[in-house]
């Protein structure tokens, strides 16, 4: 059973990210905060959940939750700033987006760049752990898929739609075939070494 908060007395968000070690696509970010009575025995890691109980408690999630918000940053500002900061960032762009000003973040993982006048907690693997993390990673990686699905439709041959950007055989071997696209990041290693020699 997830737990409902760390502080029953601060408006409390859970933040988590999606799409960190893909080779192509924005890294997307969710914020979440919940009511402190929130219940859903089904809520869980989104990396534990089939695709279908994702998408079957997105809906549920944004309509019982006080306030949530996604953001993303794209493939050409990962390359800028690196992939670490971009989820930082992606965090921020959701964390200003929501309707309700938390007080304390509940942020999964080891590491976070603090947000302006806002106090933070990391937790490693807090997406299993914490309800509003949970809540976080199941926004974030849901909106994250239905993007990479719309990018698949603009570049059918990297199998977008199956493997959502994340560095898979089918996906390497399309890249060393068609080249990259505008949605790949560059300073990734896009060919793994035996590749590169073809």
Same mark, same amino acid.
């Given at each position: 059973?997830?737990?409902?908060?760390?502080?029953?007395?601060?408006?409390?968000?859970?933040?988590?990210?999606?799409?960190?070690?893909?080779l192509?696509?924005?890294?997307?970010?969710?914020?979440?905060i919940?009511?402190i009575?929130?219940?859903?025995e089904?809520?869980?890691?989104?990396k534990?959940?089939?695709?279908k109980?994702?998408?079957?408690?997105?809906?549920?999630?944004?309509?019982?939750?006080? @306030?949530? #918000?996604?953001?993303?940053?794209s493939?050409?500002?990962? +390359?800028?700033?690196?992939? &670490?900061?971009?989820?930082?960032? *992606?965090?921020h762009?959701a964390?200003?987006?929501?309707?309700?000003?938390?007080?304390?973040?509940l942020?999964?993982?080891?590491?976070?760049?603090?947000?302006?006048?806002?106090?933070?907690?990391?937790?490693?693997k807090?997406?299993?752990?914490?309800?509003?993390? @949970?809540? #976080?990673?199941v926004?974030?990686?849901?909106?994250?898929? +239905?993007?990479?699905?719309? &990018?698949?439709?603009?570049?059918? *041959?990297?199998?977008?739609?199956?493997?959502?950007?994340?560095?898979?055989?089918?996906?390497?071997?399309?890249?060393?075939?068609?080249?990259?696209t505008?949605?790949?990041?560059?300073?990734?290693?896009?060919l793994?070494?035996?590749?590169?020699?073809?």
């Amino acid at each position: 059973m997830l737990l409902p908060y760390i502080d029953k007395n601060r408006v409390e968000a859970g933040c988590d990210e999606a799409g960190r070690g893909c080779l192509a696509g924005a890294v997307f970010a969710a914020a979440v905060i919940l009511p402190i009575d929130f219940v859903c025995e089904e809520l869980n890691d989104s990396k534990k959940l089939t695709e279908k109980q994702r998408y079957a408690l997105r809906p549920l999630i944004e309509k019982e939750a006080l @306030a949530w #918000a996604v953001g993303s940053v794209s493939p050409a500002e990962i +390359d800028k700033i690196n992939i &670490l900061n971009a989820s930082f960032l *992606a965090m921020h762009r959701a964390i200003e987006q929501l309707k309700i000003f938390p007080s304390h973040l509940l942020i999964d993982g080891n590491r976070f760049k603090p947000y302006p006048g806002i106090d933070h907690t990391c937790v490693i693997k807090g997406d299993g752990k914490y309800l509003s993390i @949970a809540a #976080a990673s199941v926004l974030a990686k849901t909106y994250r898929d +239905d993007y990479m699905i719309k &990018l698949h439709n603009e570049y059918p *041959a990297y199998k977008w739609d199956k493997n959502k950007g994340y560095p898979t055989k089918a996906h390497r071997a399309a890249i060393n075939r068609y080249g990259t696209t505008p949605y790949h990041r560059m300073t990734f290693q896009l060919l793994e070494r035996q590749l590169e020699l073809f």
